[in-house]
């Protein structure tokens, strides 16, 4: 009989082995689900964790990992503060397409016009746009005590409500010929978001993620708004007691994960997507709970974790067009990964013993 | 032993033993209990106390050693066989319905209940013969904690019990309702029932009890005659070192620091107390116990003075300036610094280390935040400055709160407050849970705090804490707070007469306390 014992503290090395355990288990049950769809296990699971690294065409793979990972760690950065401090920004998807839709806006709307100040301009207004979907789950909460998970996660339909409306309405590119999609930015130098050093992927969004990843890191080790948000995440009463204004909290923490997001969307459809279109979102933005999670909440894990995360989007696509896996089972491969850190999650706070002695009733 | 106790033996308990992985529960216990005897367990916390009567209650089996009731081999499998040979218990805290009535308490708590009119019936003539008149009908949400008690006793009673436990009984009570419980625990003894009294509370046990074991790190370390030795005698013997009465320093009182005037907040949660109009002030140098049974609104006067509750500037006054609109860090600036009583999760974050628990309420006094920056060595000094200044018994500034004893961890609170050097403290239970050595340490640290010029509030439980530590008593009860007076040739009486009203579970008060319960 397993039996599971309180620590009385939670094991370091079990809070960095979970991801890792989690990681190899979902290898192991998505290996299981590919056999039994009558594919190759180990060939489907090398394709996806090998192939993109040190593969055939890892050349161009390597390159679309920082391209997928640089939105998904400026979200889970965001995500992850709110998380710390016990405040569920689900919405992160609406957020992101609405920071898209504010900052392309800003672009096209000088559009043939070449400066400079355009595409700072466009990036503070991504992030406006982001920070303002966010603030309506934030007010609601603090104002009328709604619950923000449901009204964030709402909003994300609201968002591609607005998004089909963009591409296929107000931000409709005039010369494409009534195609739905906005102009394309990649030729629109002005509003452009390139690829700073060829073949990397590198652009100004992974350049963002980067400086946020290190700023989050800062914050919760070394600032005072850092231990607040840890504080209320752990201890809400012992938080007010601190003097922590749980309200102001919610707005900060919305509010920044929102703007992250949204600076997220403007470099993704500034860059890598190039054009509003009806469905541009990945989808990032609810990957980007899991990655969060995976990074143990941990600004640099939630970098590893965005990474890896980014490895089975490549590595997925590959083994869909090469194998014929279907897509839906890429996206099971991935959750599953979440479910198993949260389920081995356990082990960090709990000591297993196998115990046969135990006969004491309570 | 003046008791003839080999005379009648109830219980006779030879060299038990229970061992935990990395604790012996229990050591080599011996000890009898006669027929009609009462018979006081006494020990600190974590002395083995709960082991040894969980084990003859039948919840937990022993390693070694056995016991026999009258003389018959006695080792019961379960709370149900212990229940058939005679033995019931008490719980320090009662596992009752409070959506369900009296009656059918009772009723859930027997193995064979009899048809509920009869119970009733047995329910009211039970608890009217031994002096706890108990309505069967009542919901037991609208008791109080004493009341409840008595649901609790009068379900073993009907039991008829040869032997009850009782831990920790009087706890939750008033001194009246101390006296009433003490009458009926005397009546059963003297019909032959024998009573094993679980306390740490020397002077009721030297009232009440005719025999007691002492028990210290699980081996029983002595046994006495409770009337024959003084209270300090016994409390030397469990904790195993000699003890110092808090040493008073008669000092002359300052001007006043705190006023509290016609304080009113209504409570945040539904099964909480209002406050109504409390109004006291505080000089400095001065110690103010404030007195009450717990729920009468302990926890948001607290909560008023720490800030974590706002109300009009100047309901809340300190030296004169109205601090009352001000959330808690403007309060400690201002020299107000408090420990609520829920020391984890309250008073400290249990998954957070101690140096971290420093900054929680260290940060503004002790100047531990620059421009919104940490200056984490500078709280790992004050976190280390706390351990050792309040001698916490702890690996390493690094541990989390929840791993230390509760004790370590209230002197570890009440370290952290006293050492940011406060004008006036305020502490809710500053020794609940703590034991012997460590409770006397903390009111120590309370009176040297007084002694240099600070105003202290002590909200307690403890009326004897209160009564040691204490210049002037007010009792809270029901949100209002009694006028203070001074403790200096204050009765017991008087006191309970003070946090009674209501609770004052006197026989003649009962109809009258009945009559005050349905107004409210």
Not at chain 1, 307 to 335: C, D, H, K, W
Not at chain 2, 228 to 240: Q, T
Not at chain 2, 452 to 474: N, P
């Amino acid at each position: 009989m397993l039996r599971l014992e309180k620590r009385p503290t939670p094991s370091r090395a079990w809070a960095w082995g979970t991801p890792f355990l989690a990681v190899l288990l979902t290898m192991i049950a998505g290996g299981a689900l590919f056999a039994m769809l009558g594919k190759d296990p180990v060939a489907v699971v090398r394709t996806i964790f090998w192939d993109p690294l040190l593969g055939e065409y890892a050349f161009y793979l390597r390159g679309q990992l920082l391209v997928k990972a640089g939105p998904l760690a400026l979200i889970a950065v965001g995500l992850a503060l709110g998380f710390r401090a016990g405040i569920w920004n689900i919405g992160a998807e609406g957020q992101y397409i609405m920071g898209a839709i504010f900052g392309a806006s800003v672009g096209l709307a000088v559009y043939p016009t070449e400066s400079r100040w355009i595409f700072p301009l466009m990036i503070l207004a991504g992030g406006f746009g982001g920070w303002l979907w966010a603030m309506i789950p934030a007010l609601l909460k603090t104002r009328f005590n709604t619950n923000e998970i449901l009204v964030s996660l709402m909003l994300v339909y609201v968002a591609e409500t607005i998004l089909s409306k963009a591409a296929t309405g107000f931000l409709r590119n005039p010369e494409g010929a009534g195609f739905p999609g906005s102009r394309n930015f990649s030729s629109y130098p002005a509003a452009r978001n390139p690829e700073l050093i060829a073949g990397t992927g590198m652009h100004w969004g992974v350049v963002a993620a980067f400086i946020v990843v290190i700023a989050a890191y800062v914050l919760l080790q070394r600032h005072l708004l850092g231990f607040q948000i840890r504080l209320a995440g752990q201890a809400p009463r012992a938080a007010r007691f601190a003097g922590v204004r749980p309200n102001r909290l919610v707005i900060f923490c919305l509010g920044a994960s929102g703007a992250l997001a949204g600076l997220a969307g403007l470099f993704e459809v500034t860059g890598p997507a190039g054009q509003i279109s009806i469905d541009f979102n990945q989808g990032y933005g609810f990957t980007a709970i899991i990655v969060a999670f995976l990074g143990r909440l941990n600004p640099v894990g939630i970098l590893l974790a965005a990474l890896l995360m980014a490895l089975t989007y490549v590595g997925g696509e590959m083994a869909a067009t090469n194998l014929g896996l279907p897509s839906a089972a890429i996206r099971v491969f991935q959750g599953m990964l979440l479910f198993f850190l949260l389920a081995v999650d356990v082990l960090s706070n709990y000591r297993v013993r196998i115990a046969a002695f135990v006969k004491e009733a309570r | 032993m003046t008791q003839d106790i080999s005379a009648d033996v109830l219980l006779a308990i030879e060299g038990i033993g229970k061992s935990y992985p990395g604790v012996r529960a229990n050591d080599d216990v011996t000890f009898r209990i006669g027929a009609g005897e009462v018979h006081a367990l006494l020990g600190e916390n974590g002395a083995g106390k709960s082991t040894l009567v969980k084990m003859i209650y039948g919840l937990v089996k022993p390693d070694e050693g056995h016991m026999s009731l009258r003389g018959a081999p006695y080792a019961p499998a379960e709370p149900r066989a212990a229940r058939a040979a005679g033995v019931a218990m008490v719980f320090q805290h009662f596992s009752l319905f409070e959506a369900l009535n009296v009656a059918e308490n009772v009723a859930l708590g027997m193995d064979d209940p009899p048809p509920m009119r009869d119970l009733e019936a047995r329910i009211r003539e039970v608890s009217e013969g031994y002096g706890l008149p108990l309505d069967p009908a009542r919901l037991v949400g609208d008791l109080s904690a004493g009341e409840r008690q008595r649901v609790e006793i009068v379900r073993c009673l009907l039991q008829d019990p040869k032997l009850l436990i009782m831990d920790e009984p009087t706890s939750v009570l008033t001194p009246q309702e101390v006296e009433i419980l003490f009458g009926t625990l005397r009546q059963l003894a003297a019909e032959g029932t024998s009573i094993l009294y679980i306390s740490h509370k020397l002077e009721e046990i030297r009232a009440l009890c005719d025999a007691a074991t002492i028990l210290r790190r699980g081996k029983v370390v002595g046994t006495c005659v409770p009337r024959e030795v003084s209270a300090r005698a016994m409390a030397e013997m469990m904790v195993g070192a000699s003890l110092n009465a808090p040493a008073r320093a008669t000092g002359e009182l300052g001007p006043v620091a705190l006023t509290v005037e016609r304080l009113s907040v209504a409570s945040p949660s539904a099964f909480g107390t209002s406050l109504k109009e409390v109004s006291f002030e505080v000089r400095q140098g001065e110690v103010l116990g404030i007195g009450g049974v717990a729920g009468n609104g302990q926890d948001e006067l607290l909560a008023a003075l720490s800030g974590e509750a706002r109300t009009g500037r100047d309901v809340v006054r300190v030296h004169g300036r109205g601090i009352g609109h001000l959330g808690p860090n403007e309060r400690r600036q201002a020299g107000l610094c408090t420990a609520p009583e829920e020391r984890l999760g309250h008073a400290a974050a249990p998954d957070m280390s101690l140096v971290e628990n420093a900054l929680l309420s260290g940060a503004v006094r002790k100047g531990l935040v620059r421009r919104g920056f940490i200056d984490w060595p500078g709280t790992r000094a004050f976190a280390e400055a706390v351990v050792k200044t309040f001698d916490v018994r702890t690996p390493g500034t690094g541990t989390a709160a929840r791993a230390l004893s509760g004790g370590n961890l209230q002197k570890f609170v009440l370290g952290r407050e006293i050492l940011q050097e406060p004008g006036i403290i305020v502490v809710n239970q500053p020794t609940w849970g703590v034991d012997a050595a460590a409770a006397a340490f903390i009111r120590q640290a309370l009176l040297d705090r007084a002694a240099k010029g600070a105003a202290v509030v002590v909200i307690s439980q403890d009326i004897d804490e209160i009564l040691e530590i204490a210049d002037r008593f007010a009792a809270l009860n029901e949100g209002r707070l009694s006028a203070p007076v001074p403790v200096a040739g204050l009765t017991l009486e008087r006191i309970g007469l003070m946090l009674g009203g209501a609770h004052g579970m006197h026989k003649a008060d009962v109809h009258a306390a009945e009559v005050a319960h349905a107004e409210t």
